[in-house]
């Protein structure tokens, strides 16, 4: 049998403690109900893990797709993938004549790029000029140091910024998808926030455009997600009504949560497999981890 835990040993003695002769039926109903109740745990468990259908999936069939809002980064482009090693391989290349260890700066710039990017004004403001953005971190982590290291911020910035470009690929599903939803008449909207020239620039270097019938780029647009105006704008652009349309991304709130908000169906991309949250705010209505199942969804 093998060895049983303490914690089995106790729910064992508790179900004997717990039967009173002559209450036969009482203890049926205490029983279905902790069935029950595990049961909508265990269902709880697999909605967050995407699983089954999300918190919002109705128990009627989801309405067909007639057209589909899609995230560019971390979504179609594997945007996060390289970052650490573009900054170890920037660090080392510009940090010799400085002075400085590479690795302590890769570490101090690690910490100072959660607290930079974690406050979200500061997020909206820096993130429509990502060179610029790149260096206040490697300045900011140099005030940390204590270290004075005139244009080695600048030149680490640029660095990083050649190598970031160069590491970042689409995810491997991701024009067959585009492809397959292209020739089947869909229409579509790339929807992404940040820097005019990096967003614009991933587009054309990647052939994304001709996918699509409408481009909104925040930097071009002049605001971004979780804004009403983005979607509305890239709704009116496509010809259709919330109601007739999907948002897919990786963020839960500026692609799942604010879209929903307009009526519109929210899919999570959740190419981790971490599932939601605990207690998260925002439901998708469905959650996947790649576009192949974007693809299935939308037929």
């Not at 940090?95 to 101090?108: E, F, H, K, W, Y």
């Not at 001709?210 to 071009?220: M, R």
């Not at 599932?275 to 199942?293: C, K, T």
Request: aromatic fraction near 6%; charged fraction near 30%.
């Amino acid at each position: 049998m093998g060895a049983e835990s303490p914690r089995a040993f106790a729910r064992h003695r508790a179900t004997r403690q717990a039967h009173v002769p002559g209450q036969g039926a009482g203890d049926r109903r205490a029983a279905r109900a902790r069935a029950g109740a595990r049961g909508e745990g265990a269902l709880r468990e697999e909605v967050r893990l995407g699983r089954r259908p999300g918190g919002r999936a109705d128990a009627r069939r989801a309405p067909s797709v007639k057209a589909l809002l899609v995230d560019l980064d971390d979504t179609l482009l594997d945007y996060s993938g390289g970052a650490d090693r573009s900054w170890v391989e920037a660090c080392g290349a510009c940090c010799p004549t400085s002075g400085i260890d590479p690795a302590v700066l890769v570490a101090t710039i690690a910490e100072t790029r959660r607290w930079f990017w974690d406050d979200p004004e500061r997020q909206r403001r820096e993130r429509l000029n990502m060179v610029g953005a790149w260096q206040h971190i490697v300045e900011f982590a140099l005030e940390r140091l204590g270290r004075s290291a005139p244009g080695l911020a600048e030149a680490v910035a640029r660095d990083y910024g050649v190598r970031r470009r160069e590491a970042m690929t689409l995810f491997p599903e991701a024009l067959g998808c585009l492809t397959d939803l292209r020739r089947r008449g869909m229409p579509m909207a790339l929807v992404t926030n940040g820097d005019a020239t990096q967003q614009r620039d991933k587009i054309e270097r990647h052939r994304l455009a001709g996918y699509f019938d409408a481009i909104l780029i925040e930097g071009e647009f002049g605001v971004g997600k979780p804004e009403t105006a983005v979607y509305r704008h890239a709704l009116n652009a496509l010809g259709v009504a919330p109601t007739e349309a999907w948002m897919v991304g990786d963020h839960l709130e500026w692609d799942v949560g604010a879209p929903q908000q307009l009526g519109l169906r929210g899919v999570w991309m959740d190419r981790g497999g971490r599932g939601l949250p605990p207690n998260s705010a925002v439901q998708p209505h469905r959650i996947i981890r790649s576009l192949d199942e974007l693809t299935a969804l939308a037929r």
